[in-house]
């Protein structure tokens, strides 16, 4: 998983994200996006009201400091680190993605999204099958994730820089589970063990999400170092 740190008022950053977009085009069954809009350039003004920064934005960035540490565009791949770096220059996104992708995947993700229209109800159920033996504990996170939003952008690439119809993708709206995920496991795990776990949230009254454009993203973390990604999954909620 590519996580991109991003801010709408952010000139280099739309660059940034089109290597991100690059490289989901490469591997489009191996990687997925996510967009966080973390500090200073990610917030509102008065000229530009919208805003992008959900509840799980905010805590990932309190717990990996990228927006309002050290800027951006930034990112993260599996949230590991690549050449001793955690936190990865754009530059360097396609490398880690290459290198991430020699590991054998340790379990299968399986979702089964649902929409109730008539009570706002996004129902997800997901299935983790283990691929090999593990002593880790591991936990599952389910994002809601949206694409083609219409909103502002600075693009220091343009002149002038001001690009008021940008289509933001890959934006983290909101979580199914706690952002850092529930615990999956307790005791180890073997080869063949399967997790069934289903999740839901009502899309809040005031959101202007569109569900058709709405995905489900989850992913198999481990706590204990320090979330690490060891497997992503996606699915469309009504495609």
């Given at each position: 998983?590519?996580?991109?740190?991003?801010?709408?008022?952010?000139?280099?950053?739309?660059a940034a994200g089109e290597i991100a977009h690059h490289i989901k085009q490469l591997y489009p069954n191996n990687v997925v996006l996510?967009?966080?809009?973390?500090?200073?350039?990610?917030?509102?003004?008065?000229?530009?009201?919208?805003?992008?920064?959900?509840?799980?934005?905010?805590?990932?960035?309190?717990?990996?400091?990228?927006?309002?540490?050290?800027?951006?565009?930034?990112?993260?791949?599996?949230?590991?680190?690549?050449?001793?770096?955690?936190?990865?220059?754009?530059?360097?996104?396609?490398?880690?993605?290459?290198?991430?992708?020699?590991?054998?995947?340790?379990?299968?993700?399986?979702?089964?999204?649902?929409?109730?229209?008539?009570?706002?109800?996004?129902?997800?159920?997901?299935?983790?099958?283990?691929?090999?033996?593990?002593?880790?504990?591991?936990?599952?996170?389910?994002?809601?994730?949206?694409?083609?939003?219409?909103?502002?952008?600075?693009?220091?690439?343009?002149?002038?820089?001001?690009?008021?119809?940008?289509?933001?993708?890959?934006?983290?709206?909101?979580?199914?589970?706690?952002?850092?995920?529930?615990?999956?496991?307790?005791?180890?795990?073997?080869?063949?063990?399967?997790?069934?776990?289903?999740?839901?949230?009502?899309?809040?009254?005031?959101?202007?999400?569109?569900?058709?454009?709405?995905?489900?993203?989850?992913?198999?973390?481990?706590?204990?170092?320090?979330?690490?990604?060891?497997?992503?999954?996606?699915?469309?909620?009504?495609?």
């Amino acid at each position: 998983m590519l996580e991109e740190y991003t801010g709408f008022r952010c000139g280099n950053c739309p660059a940034a994200g089109e290597i991100a977009h690059h490289i989901k085009q490469l591997y489009p069954n191996n990687v997925v996006l996510l967009s966080i809009h973390a500090g200073a350039l990610a917030m509102p003004t008065p000229k530009h009201k919208y805003n992008f920064i959900s509840q799980p934005m905010k805590e990932l960035e309190a717990y990996f400091n990228i927006g309002w540490g050290v800027g951006t565009p930034n990112g993260l791949v599996d949230r590991v680190k690549y050449n001793n770096n955690l936190i990865l220059s754009e530059s360097d996104w396609q490398s880690a993605v290459i290198e991430r992708l020699k590991t054998p995947a340790i379990a299968k993700i399986e979702l089964s999204p649902k929409y109730n229209e008539t009570n706002k109800v996004i129902n997800c159920d997901v299935k983790i099958k283990f691929l090999t033996n593990s002593n880790e504990k591991f936990n599952i996170t389910l994002y809601v994730v949206e694409d083609s939003i219409v909103q502002y952008q600075t693009d220091y690439r343009k002149n002038p820089p001001d690009v008021y119809d940008f289509v933001h993708n890959n934006i983290l709206r909101d979580a199914l589970t706690p952002t850092f995920g529930v615990q999956l496991n307790t005791d180890a795990v073997k080869k063949d063990d399967e997790f069934t776990k289903s999740f839901n949230k009502e899309i809040p009254a005031n959101a202007d999400w569109r569900p058709n454009w709405i995905r489900i993203v989850a992913i198999l973390t481990v706590p204990d170092q320090g979330h690490a990604v060891y497997q992503a999954a996606e699915k469309y909620l009504l495609k």
